[in-house]
Antibody, heavy 120, light 107 residues
């Protein structure tokens, strides 16, 4: 059974930093492109970032480019999202998500979400 | 960036009725489109990928069609558990994008 477990969500001040983690199990993690998707309170889904299986390819939404960094440790089956220069508009539940096939980013498995609140 | 526009924003229907949801892309995405369902307090669930392929475990009452810029999700006969928000998502180009969602509510 595929499991994705996010951690690291917290309350942080504007301008601050936070790192989210996503522990994966139940599939061959190193072969899958993985993504982060967020959802602001009462709003729709917004894709944030993706990383290829080897970690060599990364992609970002314009809204986070230059502030967020996605990475992975395939030896630990863990996905990360380093978030810097946080803004109020980054407040959201952050989901890690796995594609239905290794390089197909249709998300068939999602974590339970990690709440990030940016507020003073 | 490819913009996905979903319509209507809200669909009010009764159990047993047919639901037809639309997703229009600002440029062609070929067949690289998925549909997700989300219920309150839950993570989304993949229903359809590659425009018309049902994901594992998805009932046959859900079907997808379309290609290029115009796509449709059809629920042939609404069950009570189908009242939720539905999002389309394209993977044709980076950045990946989602539509704004259609809420299917009980009339």
């Amino acid at each position: 059974e595929v499991q994705l477990l996010e951690s690291g969500g917290d309350l942080v001040q504007p301008g601050g930093s936070l790192r989210l983690s996503c522990a994966a199990s139940g599939f061959t993690f190193s072969t899958y492109t993985m993504s982060w998707v967020r959802q602001a309170p009462g709003r729709g889904l917004e894709w944030v970032s993706a990383i290829g299986g080897s970690g060599g390819s990364t992609y970002y939404a314009d809204s986070v480019k230059g502030r967020f960094t996605i990475s992975r440790d395939n030896s630990k089956n863990t996905l990360y999202l380093q978030m810097n220069s946080l803004r109020a508009e980054d407040t959201a539940v952050y989901y890690c998500a796995k594609g239905v096939r290794p390089t197909q980013s249709y998300f068939d498995s999602w974590g339970q979400g990690a709440l990030v609140t940016v507020s003073s | 960036e490819i913009v996905l526009t979903q319509s209507p924003a809200t669909l009010s229907l009764s159990p047993g009725e047919r639901a037809t949801l639309s997703c229009r892309a600002s440029q062609s995405v070929s067949s690289s489109l998925a549909w997700h369902q989300q219920k309150p307090g839950q993570a989304p669930r993949l229903l359809i990928y590659d425009a018309s392929n049902r994901a594992t475990g998805i009932p046959a009452r859900f079907s997808g069609s379309g290609s290029g810029t115009d796509f449709t999700l059809t629920i042939s006969s609404l069950e009570t558990e189908d009242f939720a928000v539905y999002y389309c998502q394209q993977r044709s180009n980076w950045p990946l994008t989602f539509g704004g969602g259609t809420k299917v509510e009980i009339k």
